[in-house]
């Protein structure tokens, strides 16, 4: 006799806790979306684990009803490739802000990505350390005014995107936290990607950095500042979808479709499989000389992490046999301290 298993609906991953973001902060619209998808991701909230660092974002963990760490200031990486080694059969989201992922837990956030942990990351990006109050973060664009940066950022932007196809990060895809359908459906993708899967989040602080991203946030503007990646599909975009993107030698070029002087052959098909060459080509159209790619940049499929280690345990312990810790605490040579 089989008993059915309860339907999940987005209710059934809410906490009972007060969420104590900036009304009208981006957050709300990526927690919404987070909790869409879950129940459509099939995983139970018993079998679900939200880690961040530090940062507005981090506080994700708090509303929802999952298990949950809020870790300390970039070390989110750490934890969850632990926790994932530890428990393969959970799912595990990291969620972490621009400062937080590419600052102070640089390192951690890139070798989480090449050792392709079988897991999920959100960078919430909203170029500025809100939690903080304003001061600028590694997203900050050149000239931008901040708390801490009263005469203009001098410093040149990290590009998250960049980043993650330099550790050759098995996932890659950007999404905007206004365009909830397109976010819901990358959240989607993230979760079905076996290995690291890196997910950046154009976020909108509206308190301390108001309108960062408000040309791909704006349904007036958005069709010709920003690009949907679709895989199989050629580049176009623009709102009367008279615009495209073609690869000219070793350069990309934005080229016209209205005099038909190019046609939809020519111009470049996107591949999720491309190689990282060109992967990365794409992750440096920037505006305005470009518009800027959404969805998902790469999506590669690889050994896990874990994978591997639980590999060579298992053929350990097919050589050797089941090891014994106080075996191993008693060997070699021992020392008495008074």
């Known amino acids: 006799m089989s008993t059915a298993l309860p339907v999940l609906k987005a209710d059934d991953f809410a906490s009972d ?61 750490a934890i969850a490739t632990g926790l994932k080694l530890a428990r393969p059969d959970l799912s595990v989201w990291v969620i972490t802000g621009d400062g937080d992922a590419l600052s102070i837990g640089g390192n951690h956030f890139i070798h989480l990505l090449r050792r392709n942990v079988d897991l999920n990351i959100i960078l919430f990006n909203n170029r500025i350390y809100g939690l903080t109050k304003g001061q600028y973060s590694p997203t900050s664009v050149e000239g931008q005014i901040t708390k801490s940066t009263p005469m203009g950022v001098v410093d040149h932007p990290l590009n998250p995107i960049s980043v993650a196809v330099g550790a050759e990060a098995t996932f890659i895809a950007r999404s905007v936290d206004s365009n909830i359908k397109h976010l819901a459906y990358t959240l989607k993708r993230a979760a079905a990607h076996r290995g690291t899967s890196f997910v950046e989040v154009y976020q909108n602080c509206n308190v301390f950095n108001d309108g960062a991203w408000a040309y791909a946030q704006d349904k007036a503007t958005r069709e010709d500042t920003t690009i949907e990646l679709e895989h199989g599909k050629p580049m176009i975009f623009g709102k009367d979808r008279d615009k495209g993107i073609r690869l000219n030698g070793l350069n990309l070029e934005m080229v016209d479709l209205k005099d038909g002087k190019v046609k939809e052959d020519d111009l470049l098909f996107h591949d999720e499989q491309a190689n990282s060459t060109l992967v990365y080509m794409l992750s440096r159209m920037r505006r305005p000389e470009f518009p800027e790619p959404i969805g998902v940049f790469r999506d590669v499929r690889t050994d896990t992490f874990e994978e591997a280690v639980h590999g060579q345990i298992d053929e350990v312990v097919t050589k050797k046999g089941r090891g014994d810790l106080q075996k191993l605490f008693n060997s070699g040579e021992t020392w008495k301290v008074n």
């Open 17 to 77: 806790q007060d969420v104590r973001w900036c009304p009208g902060c981006g957050d709300y619209s990526i927690l919404a979306q987070m909790k869409k998808v879950l129940p459509e991701i099939g995983v139970p909230p018993e079998q679900t684990v939200f880690i961040s660092g530090i940062g507005c974002s981090s506080r994700f963990p708090y509303y929802v009803n999952t298990y949950g760490v809020h870790s300390i200031h970039g070390r989110a990486p």
